[in-house]
């Protein structure tokens, strides 16, 4: 039997995003099968992706007992050690084409919402003008920056990634690609 997942404030729907799948194994940290397992980034020595419990990373306890982290580069505001520790070490992170980011924003960290393409962009005016403006900086023209947005694909590359700001609810993203 499944038992309800730990609330993430920093990912606050890890199922949806398939960070967080249901499962039947068992979890290598606490030796229990919940009904759950994460499947998204462990940085450790050992490989433990597909091998932890939404609950061990929850309560800390896989990021203590491996020295592992779930979390990408930090982008955006500066914030307290603690708030980084708090989504390194007890958020599911999440997969992506590159090394994956995590956004910091008005002093938190940022709510992972998951991948979106140019459909779902349209629902985040200000996603969508970060991803403006990130491809900017790339030297790109006006044209060839309208047709990279216009090609995010939430199921395939490019994609963006959607975050939502805790505190003033501002949407960040970014473009990932090989």
Known sequence: MSELLP???????????????????????CGRSRG?????????????????CPWCIADGSA???YEAHFMGDPVG??????????VAANTPGFSAWQDPRWFFHCGDGAAF???????ELSEFPDAR????SEADGWG?????????????DKDGQPTAYLFRCRSCATHLAYADFT
């Open 36 to 52: 759950y397992l994460y499947t998204g980034p462990v940085y450790a020595v050992e490989e433990l992706r597909g091998r932890l």
């Open 140 to 152: 790109w023209g006006v044209d060839e920056v309208e047709r990279h947005l216009s090609a995010l």
């Open 129 to 132: 003008e970060a991803l403006r």
């Open 77 to 86: 505001d500066e914030v307290q050690v603690a708030v980084v520790l708090t």
């Open 63 to 65: 990021a203590e007992r």
């Open 7 to 29: 609330v993430f404030p920093y990912h606050p729907d890890p199922l949806a995003t398939g960070s967080v799948v249901a499962s039947s194994r068992v979890c290598v940290c």
């Open 113 to 119: 919402l998951g991948a979106v393409g140019a459909a």
